[in-house]
């Protein structure tokens, strides 16, 4: 499946932002989505994920801030980013995910940057 990020920008603080991820090639509903974000400087790290079940995983740093879901008819997958604060400054990524692990699967694909000014 290939995967295109995009909806990344500049927010103040407090602010909002949509990312999305758009699936080609196979079915999202098929697979375990997720987004993860590499901060600079810093590992890649996991955000959150939606089970094929629709059944959706969060990181503690993002619980009650972001929210994953997902249009199985658009093959997409959304990540609404609420009250941004500047560490979630970073390059997001979407991917599937193995949940075992919690690790991609597959390649990275070129990330959508967010930058969050304080």
């Known amino acids: 499946v290939q995967l295109q990020a995009s909806g990344g920008g500049l927010v103040q603080a407090g602010g909002s932002l949509k990312l999305s991820c758009t699936a080609s090639?196979?079915?999202?509903?098929?697979?375990?989505m997720g987004w993860f974000r590499q901060a600079p400087g810093m590992e890649r790290e996991f955000v959150a994920a939606?089970?094929?079940?629709?059944?959706?995983v969060y990181a503690d740093s993002v619980k009650g801030r972001f929210t994953i879901s997902r249009d199985i008819a658009k093959n997409t997958v959304w990540l609404q980013m609420n009250s941004l604060r500047s560490e979630d400054t970073a390059l997001y990524y979407c991917?599937?995910?193995?949940?075992?692990?919690?690790?991609?699967?597959?390649?990275w694909g070129q990330g959508t940057l967010v930058t969050v000014s304080s």
């Open positions: 991917t599937r995910v193995n949940m075992a692990t919690m690790t991609s699967i597959g390649s």
């Open positions: 090639g196979r079915a999202i509903s098929a697979y375990d």
């Open positions: 939606i089970r094929w079940t629709g059944h959706t």
